[in-house]
Every structure is written in C-alpha cells, then in structure tokens.
DNA sequence: CACCAATTTGGACTTTGTCTAATATCCGGA
DNA sequence: TCCGGATATTAGACAAAGTCCAAATTGGTG
C-alpha cells in the first residue's frame, strides 16, 4: 500500500526493488508510464509512451518486462479486447469498466459491489481470480 | 426459445431461420458444431470440427459466419483469453468459469448469482453486457 | 581492468483474425 | 429452361499482437 504520491522515477525504483524487481533504466521507464497514469495501457501504447522520452527500449523488452511484473504481483492484467491486453497497475481488488467505442479501460471500486450466490468451484480447484467487466457503449 | 433437444441438421437449419438467418450448408455445420457440444469453442476450434466431415469450409466462411451469428444473436462472444475468443450458443444471462491450465471455458448459471452495488454509468453510457469471468486453477 | 551474470536488442517467426477480388450458388421471372 | 442479380463462399495476401533466440550490451565485483 501507500505507493509514492508522486510518480518519480526514484520512488519507481523503489517501488520495483519492493517488488523484488532490479530496476534497471528500462524497467523504471515502463513503470513510470503504467503507474503515473489512471488510464490502463496495453503492450503496444507502454512502448509508444516510453519511446517518447530518451533511449529507444525494443518490443522484446517491452513485453519481457511487463511480464516480469505480472509476476512479481506489480500489475494485473485485464483481458477485454481480443486484439490487445491491458495493464492494470492497481492489484488492489477491484472491477473494470470498458468503453467499447473508445477502447477505454478504467476501475470500478470493490468497495460498494457485492457478489454472492456463485456455486461451489470444481474439485481440485482454486479460484486465480474473479473479473468483473461492464462493457459500456456511448448511447445511440 | 425452446431449442431442439436433439441438435439434428434439420433442427439447425430451424434455428438459423428463426434467427433470420439463411441456412445454407456451412452455417448449419457451423452452429451443429457450436450447438452440439457443451463446451464453448473458438474459430480455430470450429474450424477443425467442421472440416472433419465431408466438404472443406474456409477460414474466411467460418469468421463470417461467426460474426453473422454473433450480429443475429445466435451466439455470445467470450473473451477470457488473450489469443483466441471463444463462442457461447448459450445466449441467456449466465456468467463463465475459465480454466487456466486446460484453457476450457464453461457456463455458470446465473440463477443464484447476485451482483449489487454497481456504481451508476458514466453521462450518456449504456450497458452493453456485463462478464463476470471466475478464472480458475486446479490445485497444486 | 577483466569477468560473469543479468539485461536488452533486432529481427525472424507464429497465430489469430481481416480484407478483397474472383467464383459459385440460389432463386424468381420470362 | 435459361437468365440475371443478389447472396455466399473461397483462396490467399495481409495486418497486428506477441514469442523466441542468439548476439550484443550493461553493471557490478574482485
């Protein structure tokens, strides 16, 4: 909890060697684009975000990365559209809100929503994860 | 509603017209293939059911064919797995149980679930559908 | 400085899905 | 029956997301 207020590039540092992460320039710059942001990236906008600034940082170590903090519990990731995963940088529980005709991605607080009544899992099961999507669309 | 007990080709091509859908051959082994088995099943997955028997039916068929259904209501799209989208005949309100490690993807009544809470829409949203998606492992 | 491990990189490759232009099929009317 | 137009199907080229690998780079440490 109580990640940095501010999004600077030590305190990424800081946030990845809490993670048990050794962060390198790369690797901070990816976290700097997730985490100083509400909007939820996919692979392909981390890149073009990162490769803004400074050096050049290749596909390989885009997606390298981003799985690295899978993980390592920094993100979650949030599968809505079949072309492209999202990142979510809150692992804090919590559900997704998706704006089909914009591609947008943001949270809806647990805090309010209940779910109750789901059945019992199969033998031998253990829930990974319960995601609750509301696909939203801009009225006609 | 009350489909055919049994998923004969008959049946099918009654069920595609009740959809306003012209049933011609390809469309009918392609809704056998997705109506006849309780599992859901992606494009690829049709794909190879459907050209098992008698004549060849092409990429290009079963993706439009797919999307038609999807359009006419005959089918649900799921999305729970970044490299393929899988097909649900089961169009009533019901939710959906991953498996992880075997990739199969099965219903979940909605009798007993409940969701409350849900923070109103954001100005000029309208629901599109909500997924309630419980992903889940077998036990290590 | 030299070395070793960890990291990054370019680029080839795979997979899912889309697009298009050509062909085939179906059906109603003369 | 034959024709014509609308509807379907097809092969194959293409696009985009993501994976993989072997080579090059980087960053400590002794």
Do not use: C, W
């Not at 997704?96 to 949270?107: A, F, P």
Request: avoid cysteine.
């Amino acid at each position: 909890m109580m990640n940095a207020m501010h999004y600077t590039r030590d305190n990424m540092a800081e946030l990845l060697r809490s993670h048990d992460i050794n962060p390198t320039h790369q690797r901070i710059e990816i976290a700097h684009a997730l985490f100083s942001r509400q909007e939820h990236l996919s692979a392909d906008q981390v890149m073009a975000i990162v490769n803004t600034r400074h050096s050049e940082t290749s596909k390989a170590t885009v997606y390298n990365t981003l799985r690295l903090f899978l993980d390592k519990g920094l993100v979650r990731e949030v599968i809505v559209d079949p072309t492209k995963v999202f990142f979510d940088p809150n692992t804090s529980p919590h559900h997704h809100l998706y704006e089909i005709d914009t591609g947008r991605l943001s949270d809806i607080d647990a805090g309010q929503v209940r779910i109750s009544g789901l059945p019992p899992l199969p033998a031998g099961m253990v829930t990974e994860g319960i995601d609750l999507i509301v696909r939203v669309r801009r009225k006609a």
